[in-house]
Structure formats: structure tokens, C-alpha cells
């Protein structure tokens, strides 16, 4: 149990489709982020909010939406996916800012048709 | 450009010794992490480190060299458990964290 969750844990969806992930930390972090970690790949940093500002925006396409209502939720909205973006979507958070030690959760397995 | 290299695969048998190592090419340096995950799991925090030499932690140890841009993660006694992906992580002078690919190792009986 890392005080991190991330739901769905596993997802299909169609290019058409509308869905959205969700992120919960119980850890009393300020800082939240959103990964995608491909095959073989290095993690790929998409967004990272500080106090439920968006501070980082790692020019991703529009068809990914963030959202932090608050310090200890994040969603990233899916809209018109494309095949390639079929991969594990992490979230973490960390105390503060600065990228410090982060924790992350499960992931969401993402697949699209 | 800044980089992370770490081999893709290792194998080693359990009981044995095996450092897993890390090279990084950053703009400015603050540290680097390692962390393991095991196969449809959570990234996991092992080690951070700033400034020279080893720091142990149990069976799992982490050295840095920064003059090197060298770190590695050494693992004793392995166990089947320790079967997972190793990734390596740098943080740049703008506290950014590139990572590298993440290393897979094997644990054979």
C-alpha cells in the first residue's frame, strides 16, 4: 500500500471514446504528477501540479486533460486517443515542489482500440 | 541533451551479488534515485543520492560518483522477490528528473 490509488487499474477504450483516470493520495502531499510509461521506455513526465496549479505542461497533445480540484486529487481526462498512446499511466505526488521523492501508484494500463 | 543509460536486462542467481549500474548526463546535477517495480506495480523508492560515496540500506546499497556522472545500485543475498525493473532517475539544476529506461533483473534459483 503506497497511500497512492489510481483507478480504473486496467482500460480499453475506443478512438472515439471519452474517459477519464482518476488519482487519489492519502499521504498529505502537495504536489501531484502524471506519468505514461511505455515499453522499454524512460517515464515520460505530462503534468505536474503544485498546490493545484499546473506548473508543468510537457507539450502534450490537447487530446490529454489534467485536472487537480484539490492537493489530494488529480484526473486526466481522455479524449479521440490515438493506438500509440496505449501504455501505463502512473500518478505521484510528493511533499512539495522541486520533484522531490516522489510516491506513485498501481497505474492505470491503458489500451487503445 | 540530457541522458540516462542503464542496461535493459541482467540476470543473476539467488544468493549471489549484483550491482546494477547507472551513467547520466544532465544540465546541473541534484541527486539521483532509484526505484524498483515490480511487473504491473507501483514504482517503488529505494534510494536518493547527493553527494559522493555509499549509502546502505539493508541487503540494498547505492553509490554515487559525481565527478563520474556514475551511480550504482548494488543488491546482496538476492532473493526470487528481487525480481523486477531497477529505474534510475536524475535530478537536473532546474529539479527536473530524467529517467533512464530501467534495467530488468532476473533472479534464477
Known amino acids: 500500500e503506497t497511500g497512492v490509488t489510481q483507478t480504473p487499474r486496467h482500460l480499453v477504450m475506443g478512438m472515439t471514446n471519452k474517459k477519464s483516470l482518476k488519482c487519489e493520495q492519502h499521504l498529505g502531499h502537495n504536489a501531484m504528477y502524471w506519468y505514461k510509461q511505455s515499453a522499454k521506455k524512460p517515464l515520460e513526465l505530462m503534468f505536474v501540479y503544485n498546490f493545484k496549479e499546473q506548473t508543468e505542461n510537457n507539450s502534450v497533445p490537447s487530446r490529454f486533460s489534467p485536472e487537480c480540484p484539490n492537493s489530494s486529487h488529480l484526473f486526466l481526462h481522455l479524449h479521440t486517443l490515438q493506438p500509440e498512446d496505449s501504455a501505463l499511466y502512473l500518478c505521484a505526488s510528493s511533499h512539495g515542489g522541486d520533484q522531490e521523492t516522489q510516491y506513485f501508484g498501481p497505474g492505470t494500463r491503458l489500451l487503445v482500440l | 541533451g540530457q541522458n540516462i543509460d542503464q542496461p535493459t536486462e541482467m540476470t543473476a542467481t539467488e544468493g549471489a551479488i549484483v550491482q546494477i549500474n547507472c551513467t547520466y548526463q544532465?544540465?546541473?546535477?541534484?541527486?539521483l534515485f532509484w526505484y524498483q517495480q515490480h511487473a504491473g506495480e507501483a514504482p517503488t523508492f529505494l534510494s536518493y543520492n547527493v553527494l559522493d560515496g555509499l549509502e546502505e540500506k539493508g541487503r540494498f546499497s547505492s553509490f554515487l560518483s559525481r565527478s563520474k556522472g556514475y551511480s550504482y545500485l548494488l543488491l546482496k543475498e538476492l532473493q526470487m522477490k528481487d525480481s523486477a525493473s531497477y529505474l534510475c532517475a536524475a535530478k537536473d539544476s532546474n529539479y527536473q528528473l530524467i529517467w533512464g529506461a530501467g534495467t530488468k533483473l532476473i533472479i534464477k534459483p
Open positions: 544532465t544540465s546541473g546535477f541534484n541527486g
